[in-house]
């Protein structure tokens, strides 16, 4: 049986797109003699859907559409993800469910039991869990049918009370097929390459496996479908972070599973896969959204360059604005370095000082203010109106507005909300301010890129004279591993003072994290790269005041 | 047996502070002779929690609380609810649990079976559902205890395929009592009674329900615990939007529910539980922050001159700081009402011109917006000097900008971001512009204090001149109800055509809806007061194409 693993790119409720490239595949793959296609789970509406769920008319568009997408095998068969009804007065009003569509029709259809409800997920929100196991037949070829988390359980602490596999596989299936949209995080592919192969070794059964690629806002899905055999060998593998689609021969009496295509050698330090996610991220954001260009404001430092130089690699230079935005305390060499880096990458750049709105506000302020000592507040006034001139720019000429803040920043609330927290999409708000340096090294790996100043001078928001970042918070060695502790391990301050950091310290940096979610609230999506991602991953009481 | 309802108002993660509320409660209590005081569900950490349960050390503080509240459980027994952690190696690590306290000692845990996932609930994701059921004894008294959600299963279309009560009945116990977490929305009391009453009828036994009061941000809890007997009839009842305690003999031979108080009228026009809702969120915002002043953007239009009223009653008329800020297109009307309603309210008020900050930051954009005609860039830039403002003043003197935004012009996407859509706390993001007009209204009820003339005026953002809301969205009777059936009953474009609005119109509308999430996902928390408010209730894709 030769079967086709169509890892594309989907649009959440653009049923037409969707419908479209999945015919469009099927129409390809019959002409390479496949006999069954497998796209992703949720395929046919996209994933995740969200609470466009709620919408009857939306599933109703769901329903016409894979009668549409069935209308087209003939000849071939195809497996899509989309929700269906569940007919049954109790539970949930909805099966998030893979469809086998064959002969014009719809065969078969499995429902999903494990539904994934942590971090990102919210499956439960919307679907019943499967209760009902049984496998599906395609040309004699007998398949255990599953979506994505269904076979995630196979772990020491397991969050189910039960495998479906366990009893699917008292069926005697021959092949396994599990559709998935599973995100990527820097560490996601050998775990998931870990679960695919317990399995296979485990039920002793071949294994396709098929995931979508493209990013959905915050969410990068890097595909990296495959085929895994009974000895746990990957045999077969698409592309990560784009459309691909492989073919695989299966014999059912030797199990084996061949590829048409060799299985590629992919880059595998958590800094290039960071990079290549951010880029597909902010490509298919503009894509998705209907926008082409980017404007962001570069300051001389690590951050912006790093969201520039991503931002051009995304869209192409000729996409990406740079503004330029000094003020009395931006230093010389921090205009230098950021012209430098615009002239290297070919942007368009301007300056545009920030002087005359900062001084004529702070005037208005004046009155008020009377002559209370320079503080916070007209630090504050800074960076709001480099975002007034960004968002003038944006909304004049219909550009999207880059955030360029990181992690670190985003954590202990050092940035200005309405100032530098603005922007349609973060860049690195997901990226620790240490691994933005390891990005800035790897952008540079081939030739100079981001001048080396912007890389080795110290952090500082040039927001007062002679500031520095370090002279408010901790080195960000330290912090950063602070951080990563409290927020993706969920460490405790008697963990973290166990671990030898110093007592005041992780207090401190705590109290900042847990006191500025508020904050983080009014952020802008942030590309996801990490276990454990500010925004709708991390859910936490604004008014609350545990360590705090 | 005599059994105290105590509702109170907890603070998420603050176990010093509700270990001694609850201790001082029982205490109290005990002095007029109860032999039980319940408390609502997770009254030890505080509802909701979110991912603060995902923190062992937030747990284990937990245990430690529960411990030295049933170390003050002598002659007296209390019901607390915390987490407690689920010994089963399968599952999530967590039950949502009823702990009953008495003899200085846990005595008994019950677990809550059914996790509302949906809305603004998430708690399958942190608790494995109860799957065994056992009353527990108090004084020979048999319990059928209960979590919220658990006895909201007696519906025609029910969400979960089990009812709790359903085993627990077989038990025969004498009475069931149900601890809550249950929050506002204008239809959420009448649904609640119905609820319990159902339970009581259907199963024949007598229930006392134990509601908390307070807002923990956005989420508005009204309280309104109460006795309710075998027949459905509320024998005894806290007051709505308060802490309060009420005590009720129980003589389990009768199972009569006797109230030491009695059973008080409560207002119940919905505009009328909107406005008390919203002081309580406004005041429980600022509490629970640690703040006490307010500031906000007076403008002479409707949307202020609500939320103003609603801040000088929550937080005292001196908390409040108006701030009028014309520009060259505020016409003398909206300034004088401004001024006047401020001075009726006896609040501090300022004006601030906005002429200086916008042509300085106009000026500076001028060589690159060159002579392209006005349009949303130049509107967009006064709201957003507007908002540099009133931040400076907030950061300079410790207010926090109260969001003045109607649930009208949110869901359309009608305001500046980073501009008149800023704030800590969104007032009116939930509640319809048509409904602003009843809160008015409302409270002009005794005598005028929002000038008639804000009230009949048409609606004006005035950023450009003569402008009009009507010039760029349908009437807000129409648009209201489109909204509202979209929003709050998820209807199609043919469900809205059927009911005979134009479809040209409902297209636009709708459109407009789906196309600003981007916006709204950077507002700050609304007060919620319906049955679907923007936030963490209604979680919708940004990049999708769902009628968009």
Redesign the interface.
Known sequence: MRIALAQLNY????FE?NTGKIIQTIESCRQKGADLVVFAELSVC?Y?????L?????I?KSYAAVQTIASHCHGIAAIVGAPSRNP?????NLFNSAWLLAEGKIQALAHKALLP??DIF?E??YFEPNRRFECVSLKGVKIALTICEDIWNLVP?????SNPMDVLALQSPDIMINIAASPFNYDQQQTRLGILRANTVQYKIPLIYVNQAG???ELLFDGNSCAVDIAGNITGHCRAFTEDTVIIDFDPSSRSLVSDTPVATRSTSKIALIHDALVMGIR??FT??GFKKAILGLSGGIDSAVTLALAAEALGKENVYAVLLPSEFSSDHSINDAVALAQNLGCIY?T???K??Y???L???QP??NN?PF???EE??QA??R???L???A??FGYILLNTSNKSEAAVGYGT??GDM?G?ISVLGDVYKTDVYGLANYINREHEIIPVNSIVKPPSAELRPGQKDSDSLPDYEILDQILYNYIEL?Q????LVAADFDEATVKRVLRMVNMNE?KR?????ILRVSPKAFG?G???????????
């Not at 649009?11 to 653009?14: A, E, K, N, P, V």
């Not at 602490?157 to 009370?161: A, F, K, N, Q, V």
């Not at 609230?521 to 999506?525: I, L, R």
């Open positions: 649009i959440i409720g653009d797109l996209g995740p859907p969200r609470d466009f709620e919408f009857n008319d939306f109703d049954d007065a109790k539970g949930k409800t942590y919210d439960y929100r602490d397991p969050l189910y009370i990013a959905q806002t298919d954001y998705k959204m301007d545009i000082s920030i005359d709105g001084t004529s506000i005037g208005s302020l008020y203010f209370l503080n916070v507040a504050n006034i709001r109106v975002a007034i001139i968002m003038g720019l909304n004049k909300l309405y603005c349609g969920r405790s301050p008697s963990d508020w609230h009014q952020t802008p999506p709708q991390r859910r936490m009481p604004i008014v609350g005041r545990y360590l705090a």
